[in-house]
């Protein structure tokens, strides 16, 4: 399963790559990845004008997008559209961050589940 990560090098420069997650046969009830250990999940709910500009996330989370579009941008200058059902990695937590906007007409709403310190996402 293809996750899409933003993370910050040593220059504090925000980039994106992707991260395969290995699934394994669970049998009837289908692939599951290895379990992650994990801290809390949030849920949000964005209006429809939502645009933040500049930020850093504020911890090692993974982002699942449940519905709507968003644009996100970091700061090498990559765009990228996401759409419900795509997950995010977000690992910029200093350097110049990101910045998101919707960009359907609708509110959007989504998960976060914050990663435990040390939790490797492969």
């Known amino acids: 399963m293809k996750i899409v990560r933003v993370y910050s090098d ?5 980039h994106f790559s992707e991260v395969e997650v290995e699934l394994a046969d669970a049998g009837q009830i289908g692939l599951l990845s290895r379990p992650l250990a994990a801290k809390s999940v949030i849920f949000r709910k964005n209006h429809p004008d939502y645009d933040y500009d500049w ?3 504020p911890q090692r989370q993974l982002i699942v997008l449940l519905d709507g579009a968003i644009e996100l941008e970091v700061s090498d200058g ?4 996401l759409r419900g059902g795509e997950i995010l990695l977000m690992e910029d937590v200093t350097g110049r961050g990101h ?11 989504s998960l976060f589940v914050v990663l435990d310190e040390g939790t490797v996402v492969d």
């Open 78 to 81: 990559g765009r990228r559209t």
């Open 99 to 109: 910045r998101t906007r919707n960009i359907e007409p609708c509110e959007r709403r």
């Open 55 to 57: 930020h850093n996330a």
């Open 10 to 14: 040593e220059r504090g420069e925000t």
